[in-house]
């Protein structure tokens, strides 16, 4: 059954303490499920000593323990730096159980305590109020993968194993876990792994052959298929297919000596001979029944084997005595007795399986990532800094100047492999092309000549799969590191499910002490809605800002720069921060630049702020707020300030300009959050304020309805119009542009009277015209293509 | 190169056809990208017939254009009923050059006629503002399929063959594409597919070898792996590979003869022998260079072959005479002159090529599903009510009671066999186990016994991939037959992007008077957010509705009935909908029921209503508007407004019930939105409401804030926060329950004195009490599991 030569010999006394181990856990796991008293069974089980509300799920968790008592083994026996993904949802009692035999679980939880009262606290604990959650939580010691949201687990293996050349990820991957469509492209991250700088993972797919209420397609296929998927994938199988249990320790066993053979085989050759072309790595395939050792039959249907075993086997022990003995049956059929002794404590023999200390898999510092974490050495953002000849001078693209900063991120980290750039082959084309001055893109498939930037090692990593790019990262992240996705604002929402799992994994741990602080999870959206001039509709969705700030407070960040010197002031910030999601908008295109390095960082700084060389207003109140958020509703804005100004000279205008947008929410409602004087003070407590704002409008009325003057607050923004056209018309099209922005402060404004009125016809004329002249040549008219900032009153 | 026994002859005049028309094509495409006058390069090519800005993308086009017309051949040959999914981004030249070549193009757009006027209006109208965009975009006869976000190509193809069985789909699949995790998992949908009362999708594969900046795995992995991989995804591989074009015509044409032969090998043994076991469909991998046929260098760079064919080759004519030189001769190169007559026609020996009428892929009615729909023969939903013994009388899970509706929707329209239920394993979960009284799952992997409800036939679809649930459903839809999704609410996050280019798609092709209407997209939500007790803060996410209302106000429409009746009435009115996406929001476990069915269908009608029995009001205004929308929401609210009705008899009280979201917005912002009259009858202009919602609390703002009460409007509603715990704990942790609900409308109301603060002071000791009890019991205390409604005062 195991496909290799170089088979090594497991003794059978090594066989029966795998076996006692992983009764033991499975006892324990069953425990977890069920009992809430009598956790040694010191007495006949009652239905007293069971759980009134009996939640969790038993299918996964045999298979998973059956795993981890292996991986045990081979740890010790090889001092393997490993930690343990645990990819099928529900693997809670599993992890749980086996942290606890081995006292890392304790360690953290010292009132779960390894004796008899503290595996009663264990037992009740589980999927209870106030409890633990039935997956390998963050409250889990060992864990860096929920699991409760499926189909990332092996591309957070994958980001964890980057730059860590001696770990090992052991990465359960679930059969239902493998019909997703992430899991299903992330077998092709062997295509980015460097044998010789990078560490491995050791996938095991476990095919128990259910789901829900279905069976799996990957247990369905026959071995054939299966064999050609895998390998076509890349991996060489080692198959583990079976049910009774010696029988399958002596070929699990088996099969992780000569994964684990195979593994050190291949590092050992590319860090010698430096020869790190792509090997074929080892995967195993486990193939064990859903809910082993479990009830064969409950109430006459099959269990052990079927889909009924996917959570609770035995549910109604309170109205059926039946289900009662069986429970007891089932707890004792792992013989306690032999495996904990009168205490609770697993006895000594079967314990010295597992490794000590950082070695076991709950206690590995890899798996608490934060323990990790190094600060970046960073550049002086202000050496990078765009001359500013002139308010509104025109700039190379945002991005390009910021491409010059994290180039020389890349450069100074270089030595410490701690920082890498991830992106669905967007990142030339986001404007970061000058990394590629110092690195290349790692990739391990074929190179051939006339590729650019490509090479076995390299801080780029490009796939055209955003999950796997966000997967990766989440993985470096989480094993202390640091990292930057860059991706186009439309597409970012492809991975909006992760980017929730993310925040809830970042909420939860924030508030477990014993959980160290990670590097945040930074995005850079170039590319953005308002210049898809060549790419049209479905490019254009700048919604991702609404699902961000969904979550809370204390975790999301958003940051929408308005030109390049403040987008090196946001990076610079957000690249140093901790345990935070950071979203940062920016454009590519060469745009008018407005601040001085030092007032990009004061500006910054405030995150909000009066633009008073922009506005006109004296000491008293404005007559009018043009406010804007966004890179091209700063242009407009400006402009349309510019013609105010002109047309109308004795109007008083305030420019407020928004770059940390969580500061439009009132303080008790995000850290950012203005106090309500501050608020009051920028927009005032009873002027109209126009407000560009780059993404969808009515998210800047979700921020601000409680503030005073929120009922003058008059928002333009994306409303899905669009297609493919010029830049400037992109704006006309969503009412954003200058002209729009002209006529929505005069409507408000009745006391501009006749030469107000003279002025919106002018701007309905110019919107004509530029229909005209678009239609006509395909490109914006001269003044627009060629305007330039002025205040001429 | 051909892995077959059967091939067939294809005439070498036959491929000289076939190389002329597909010359043709790829004139028309580097016409569109290029020029604005000249087409048919009469005169030596000027700078003045050449584009001002120049947008558009080559690299993929020569392939298409080359796969377009081996199919044109094979089409008319075999008299095929095929359409075209053109999976890879940016193939909107081939699409427009080949629908303009076969006719289909002119019938629907008589001003882009077949003749050299028509020919320049359609060079001129691609990629320019006004025109058309850069894919198969939805203004493209044939188009099911945008393209322009990148990974649904295979999963819409299955979806458009499901229950078709005499359609071929032709999909191009992207090399880029198939790197994203919705492509690699789609696959898989051949072990779904029934060869007998299905169609067949033919993949092609098309290895151009680059995406925007870098190569693509599956180009740079050995022969062998990747037809490892074909094989382990249940697919027989074709290669066609190379670059010399009639070497590769006969290669393509005999390809496709092999493939189509076993295509028709394999139904016909399914229908005629009624062996439906899964066969190995073929599918063909075509190796070509990504640019074929266009320049060979650009500036010293190759181009042909590389990245750097990707959007426009020769991209500054302008500026660069070598440029202009190159242009000419690349188009020069397709020897238009044998190709079109002087009038810019396809000559007609060349146009007998392709097939005719609706054979034509740009005029088969499939690609118009509109034009194939078919009304869904409904029962009266009536005949599914809930009987109301009284208010509040438990009923037995909403989703149970419409899940017979369901199920006598499936048997009624068997007969033409256009409804289909799609989820990722979770219909039983989800409490539509009913229609498995009258259908099954489709499942063409292995059955063995024990199974449950799996068949080679059947109404229902389950994968564990959102996103393969969301494609196939899209494509169903878009071929026109009508479909429901059900889903865990946390996780049709997944599928977000996926829903956004569907409300894109049905948004344009609403504003193209060709286009018939197609059936609306159905999502369920069950499983939401308040009832996750087991699942815990993973599976705790409602925010999908805020990706929903981003989109056109014509398009979405939300739905989050209170009870079995109300969501009767709800789907009955969805399902009979169309061009719309209806997200419906429903519970399915045990809860209160509140309307009889004749009432439900008429606050259904409206949308949102008072509730006159459950509040107390007279004539005036109330003292507090108590508001709910979601059922747990409404639930909790009553529940208030049973102990506010107790303790204090004489506050008058309003319940206002909302089913229809989007009756808040204003008027002017969604057709469904009240007047601000009717909202003010309702909310009051003055009073405060107690806003209990289902999700996220601030989207009631967003939707209200332009609203006359709106500063007095409250709203309570999801915070993210949760774990396992009761079904109550959940509302108390995030303040929706009826304790907090209680002490909100008191802090409102001054006026209730001193009663009204011991009334708070008794909710505060409710809230420790039940936090006490559930500590203690791990679950909800009697009070709350046993309460009923009454309206004691």
Not at 145 to 169: C, K, Q, R, T, W
Not at 196 to 204: E, M, R, S
Not at 230 to 249: A, L, N, S
Not at 470 to 475: F, K, P
Request: glycine share 8%.
């Amino acid at each position: 059954m195991i496909e290799t030569l170089e088979s090594t010999q497991v003794s059978h006394e090594t066989l029966r303490t795998i076996d006692a181990y992983w009764r033991a856990a499975n006892y324990l796991s069953v425990g977890q499920i069920y009992l809430s008293d009598n956790p040694l069974l010191k007495r006949p089980l009652r239905i007293e000593d069971v759980k009134k509300m009996l939640l969790g799920h038993w299918g996964t968790t045999p298979g998973q323990n059956f795993i981890y008592a292996h991986l045990n083994r081979t740890i010790k026996q090889n001092d393997l730096n490993m930690i343990y993904v645990s990819g099928p949802g529900h693997g809670g009692p599993a992890v749980v159980a086996n942290t606890y035999l081995e006292g890392s679980y304790s360690e953290i939880y010292p009132h779960i305590s390894q004796d008899e009262a503290g595996m009663r606290k264990l037992f009740v604990q589980f999927s209870f109020p106030g409890g633990i959650p039935s997956h390998a939580s963050p409250e889990c010691p060992g864990s860096i993968h929920e699991g409760g949201e499926l189909g990332y687990s092996l591309s957070h293996s994958f980001g964890a194993v980057f730059d860590n050349p001696d770990l090992i990820v052991a990465c359960v991957v679930g059969d239902g876990e493998a019909e997703t469509g992430p899991l299903a492209t992330a077998w092709h991250s062997n295509k980015f792994l460097n044998p010789a700088t990078d560490g491995a993972v050791l996938p095991i797919l476990h095919l128990n052959g259910f789901k829900i209420a279905n069976p799996t397609i990957l247990a369905r296929i026959n071995h054939e298929e299966l064999e050609q998927l895998m390998r076509g994938y890349g991996w060489t199988p080692i198959f583990v297919e079976g049910k009774d249990p010696m029988k399958m320790h002596a070929a699990m066993a088996e099969a992780l000596d000569v994964a684990i053979g195979q593994i050190r085989s291949i590092q050992q050759n590319a860090r010698e001979t430096g020869d790190t072309s792509r090997p074929r790595w080892p995967m195993i395939v486990l193939r064990s029944p859903k809910g082993w050792t479990g009830p064969k039959f409950v109430d006459g249907v099959r269990n052990e084997g079927t889909f009924h075993s996917h959570q609770v086997p035995l549910s109604d022990p309170a109205k059926c005595p039946e289900h009662l003995k069986q429970i007891e049956q089932w707890l004792r059929s792992y013989r306690p007795e032999e495996l904990l002794d009168e205490n609770g404590r697993l006895r000594q023999e079967i314990a010295d399986l597992a490794p000590t200390g950082d070695r076991r898999m709950g206690a590995n510092p890899h798996a608490n990532g934060g323990r990790l974490l190094r600060r970046l050495k960073m550049p002086d953002f202000r050496d990078y800094a765009v001359e500013i000849s002139q308010r509104g001078c025109r700039g190379i693209g945002d991005t390009h100047v910021t491409g010059k900063f994290i180039r020389d991120i890349v450069r100074l980290n270089e030595e410490h492999k701690n920082f890498r750039i991830f992106g669905p082959d967007e990142t030339i084309s986001n404007g970061l092309e000058a990394v590629f001055d110092v690195t290349q893109r790692q990739w391990n498939a074929a190179i051939v000549e006339d590729d650019e930037s490509l090479a076995p090692t390299g801080r780029v990593l490009e796939m055209l799969s955003e999950h796997q790019c966000e997967g990766w990262l989440e993985g470096y992240l989480l094993t202390g590191r640091h990292g930057l996705f860059n991706c186009y604002e439309a597409f970012v929402h492809i991975v909006d499910s992760m980017f929730n799992q993310h925040a809830k994994w970042l909420k939860v741990t924030s508030e477990l002490p014993w959980r160290h602080k990670i590097a945040s999870l930074n995005y850079l959206l170039a590319s953005h809605v308002w210049r898809q001039d060549h790419n049209g509709f479905t490019h254009q969705d700048p919604g991702f800002l609404d699902v961000v700030v969904n979550k809370k407070a204390e975790i999301v960040r958003v940051y929408l720069p308005p030109d390049a010197n403040c987008l090196l002031s946001v990076m610079d910030h957000c690249l140093r921060s901790q345990h935070y999601v950071n979203v940062v908008v920016a454009g590519k295109h060469p745009s008018p630049q407005w601040l001085t390095m030092g007032e990009a960082a004061e500006h910054c700084a405030k995150g909000i702020g009066i633009w008073d060389w922009a506005g006109n207003e004296s000491s008293s109140d404005p007559d009018v707020v043009m406010a804007c958020c966004g890179d091209v509703p700063t242009l407009e804005t400006l402009a349309a300030v510019s013609i105010l100004r002109e047309h109308l000279p004795d109007l008083t205008i305030r420019v407020v300009n928004v770059v940390d947008l969580m500061r439009l929410q009132p303080k008790s409602e995000h850290p950012h959050g203005l106090s309500d004087s501050d608020f009051d003070a920028l927009f005032t407590k009873n002027k109209h304020v126009i407000f560009a704002f780059h993404a969808y409008p009515w998210l800047v009325h979700r921020l601000t309805y409680r503030r005073t003057n929120h009922a003058n607050i008059h928002v333009r923004g994306y409303k899905e119009e669009g297609t493919i056209t010029t830049p400037f018309d992109m704006t006309v099209l969503n009412d954003l542009d200058r002209f729009h922005l002209v006529m929505d402060a005069i409507d408000r404004l009745p006391e501009t009277g006749g030469r107000g009125q003279r002025l919106k016809a002018l701007m309905q004329e110019k919107l004509v015209e530029h229909r005209r002249y678009i239609n006509e040549n395909g490109q914006d008219m001269p003044e627009i293509r060629d305007w330039e900032w002025s205040a001429r009153s």
